[in-house]
């Protein structure tokens, strides 16, 4: 592409990175478990029962009916009758008689209010006996409702949901023994560069340590993917190429690579992309850091990879991950707040860029920019909780600008 090619919007390439992606989306049921904790959920399901299946109560004490009981902080004895332990099916409450009852058991026919033994001035569960005095005689106390948490039939979980802990209790409370899941896509990541070394060794001069293969391969895996392995290749079109084959022989279904994409003379994947099997497109996106940007397949030895091109620059590498293949791979969406800006001075934006600054969120529930605007300011993005969007024809930030910020945490 020339230099001087148009910007492409975000949502525009987001677009063509979920078109690429979607084919690779397969779904499978899964017997409901406490391993599928963060998995997301490809169908809608419905409660199958009430939550509570029956008005029970809410205390350890006596089901009365509330027509037996003078005004709230008066005395009175009643006769009690066979107590009702939780799974029990009680017979109707005999009028003018209280039921010892334990939390969560049904509330006998008859009854409309649960007592707690701590109101029991005299006699208790066993006496025959009890004497009451309690603080609220109104119907419905300490009684929870049949289905007052959920109907059957109510929807309790959303294609896109992620299983929380609490989703998985709740749809284990409402009787639904297996959900729709995302399938992880099987996927590999590749560091291009010649600079590029191996963390575990020593440092050439000039050299880079691989940030993004360790950082790709755990966004990756965070949005739900199945990192198959993590590689490093020179700027050598040869190299990557066999690599990408052996990919494409392992089962592998998408390859996310960093750098090698913008201007330079050994642009690594713009030299893979003239070759056989190589059908990739680049482009500029209108965003900052993440640029420079590629997409397409791979074919090679009968087997076809779909293949995001990320810019080398940490941050563009981990942001394009963030903003393109998350979404792409179903990954909970993450949570978005308009939140004030709090700036020392006021701070430049490229106005024709969709510029994403890192930032901390206060207490307060303002933001604070951590570093500047460089992609390879790693450090920053490391410790902040947000990214804060600077939209496109914004120039200038002020103090107390009020921008979309998306919660990292
Ligand atoms: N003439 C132009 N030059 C550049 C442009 C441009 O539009 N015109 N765009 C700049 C932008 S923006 C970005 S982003 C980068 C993207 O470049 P590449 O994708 O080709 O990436 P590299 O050149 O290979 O690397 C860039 C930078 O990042 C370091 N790097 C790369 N991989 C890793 C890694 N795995 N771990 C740590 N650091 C890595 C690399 O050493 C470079 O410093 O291009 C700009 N240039
Ligand atoms: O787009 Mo580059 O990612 O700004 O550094």
């Not at 205390?59 to 005395?75: I, L, Y």
């Not at 929380?164 to 099987?186: F, K, M, Y």
Request: hydrophobic share 45%.
């Amino acid at each position: 592409m020339s230099a001087s090619a148009p910007r492409v919007p975000l949502v525009e390439h987001r677009a063509d990175v979920e078109a690429l992606l979607a084919p690779l989306l397969r779904t499978e049921r899964h017997r409901l478990e406490a391993g599928l904790v963060g998995r997301v959920a490809a169908a809608e399901r419905r409660a199958r029962v009430d939550v509570p299946s029956a008005d029970n109560s809410q205390m350890d004490g006596f089901a009365v009916a509330s027509t037996d009981c003078p005004a709230a902080g008066e005395e009175f004895a009643l006769p009690v009758g066979a107590p009702i332990p939780a799974g029990a099916a009680p017979s109707a409450l005999e009028a003018g008689t209280a039921r010892p009852i334990m939390t969560g058991a049904p509330l006998p026919a008859g009854a409309d209010l649960v007592i707690p033994i701590e109101e029991a001035v005299d006699g208790g569960f066993d006496a025959p006996r009890v004497t009451l005095r309690p603080l609220d005689v109104t119907p419905g106390r300490y009684v929870r409702a049949r289905g007052s948490d959920c109907r059957a039939g109510d929807t309790v979980l959303r294609a896109g949901d992620e299983l929380t802990p609490a989703r998985i209790a709740q749809l284990a409370s409402v009787g639904i023994g297996d959900v729709d899941l995302v399938e992880p896509v099987a996927t590999v990541v590749l560091s291009t560069g010649s600079e590029v070394a191996d963390p575990a060794g020593p440092l050439p001069a000039g050299d880079a340590y691989d940030a993004n293969g360790p950082g790709l391969a755990a966004a990756l895996t965070a949005a739900g993917a199945d990192v198959l392995s993590t590689d490093r290749v020179p700027d050598d079109p040869d190299a990557l190429l066999d690599l990408l084959a052996a990919y494409a022989r392992s089962g592998a279904q998408l390859v996310v690579t960093s750098g090698g994409v913008s201007e330079g003379a050994y642009e690594v994947v713009k030299l893979a992309a003239s070759r056989p099997g190589v059908d990739l497109t680049f482009c500029k996106v209108a965003m900052q850091p993440g640029g420079p940007q590629g997409l397409g397949t791979v074919t090679l030895d009968g087997h076809r990879l779909a293949w995001l091109a990320f810019p080398g620059n940490p941050v563009s590498a981990l942001l394009s991950c963030e903003l393109f293949a998350r979404p792409a791979l179903h990954a909970p969406a993450r949570p978005r707040l308009r939140l004030p800006v709090r700036l020392e001075h006021p701070e430049s934006s490229p106005p024709a860029l969709e510029q994403y600054r890192r930032a901390y969120v206060l207490a307060s529930g303002a933001v604070r920019l951590a570093g500047g605007p460089s992609s390879h300011l790693l450090g920053a993005l490391a410790t902040a909780t947000a990214l804060v969007v600077v939209p496109v024809g914004t120039d200038r930030l002020e103090d107390g600008d009020v921008l979309e910020t998306i919660l990292l945490t």
